[in-house]
T-cell receptor, first 109, second 114 residues
Framework: GQNIDQPTEMTATEGAIVQINCTYQTSGFNGLFWYQQHAGEAPTFLSYNVLDGLEEKGRFSSFLSRSKGYSYLLLKELQMKDSASYLC??????????FGAGTTVTVRA | EPEVTQTPSHQVTQMGQEVILRCVPISNHLYFYWYRQILGQKVEFLVSFYNNEISEKSEIFDDQFSVERPDGSNFTLKIRSTKLEDSAMYFCASEGDSHLDEQYFGPGTRLTVT
């Protein structure tokens, strides 16, 4: 199975930067995904890393180090609407995603 | 923008009853998934479906569960005899033929077993 760890909660101020770390242990690694989930809603895709390095997408960036089993999601210029749960998910093998428990980010004015 | 749809949005059923949750994946997608999320817990994989057969399933997906793609557009999850612990949000997801892409999630069906 997969072991995926991420912090439970983080709080930051509007306009600031927050970095959410994710560590994983898996065999047959085939990609790491970050999803955003607002309460009561479905996960929505943010980013995907399969090779080492940084992927930038507007205010969101994601980094992967396969040798360290480590990823982070960087949220810049935080807005109130960014308050949500951020899910780290690993694909091992061909199909399923295994999700971490999620990090609840609260953005304060 | 194409999206995954699910019906119903909320289903209430009595313990022991059968339920069918319905999903319409994105039309040109080939890989289909069911996940569930018990309130306050993480998203858990149930089953993946490709080329009209189950490609992978989790320990949760026991004999009480089945999936079907009856008509080339709908993708259904059936729970034969619901238990209280089946109460959860059930998400359908689909993925394109590159299989190196994101999984697109539907809005979910909230199943409440009483």
């Amino acid at each position: 199975g997969q072991n995926i760890d991420q912090p439970t909660e983080m709080t930051a101020t509007e306009g600031a930067i927050v970095q959410i770390n994710c560590t994983y242990q898996t065999s047959g690694f085939n990609g790491l995904f970050w999803y955003q989930q607002h309460a009561g809603e479905a996960p929505t895709f943010l980013s995907y890393n399969v090779l080492d390095g940084l992927e930038e997408k507007g205010r969101f960036s994601s980094f992967l180090s396969r040798s360290k089993g480590y990823s982070y999601l960087l949220l810049k210029e935080l807005q109130m609407k960014d308050s949500a749960s951020y899910l780290c998910a690993v694909r091992a093998g061909d199909y399923k995603l295994s999700f971490g428990a999620g990090t609840t980010v609260t953005v304060r004015a | 923008e194409p999206e995954v749809t699910q019906t119903p949005s909320h289903q209430v059923t009595q313990m022991g009853q059968e339920v069918i949750l319905r999903c319409v994946p994105i039309s040109n997608h080939l890989y289909f998934y069911w996940y569930r999320q018990i309130l306050g817990q993480k998203v858990e994989f149930l089953v993946s479906f490709y080329n009209n057969e189950i490609s992978e399933k989790s320990e949760i997906f026991d004999d009480q569960f089945s999936v079907e793609r009856p008509d080339g557009s709908n993708f259904t999850l059936k729970i034969r005899s619901t238990k209280l612990e089946d109460s959860a949000m059930y998400f359908c997801a689909s993925e394109g033929d590159s299989h190196l892409d994101e999984q697109y999630f539907g809005p979910g069906t909230r199943l409440t077993v009483t």
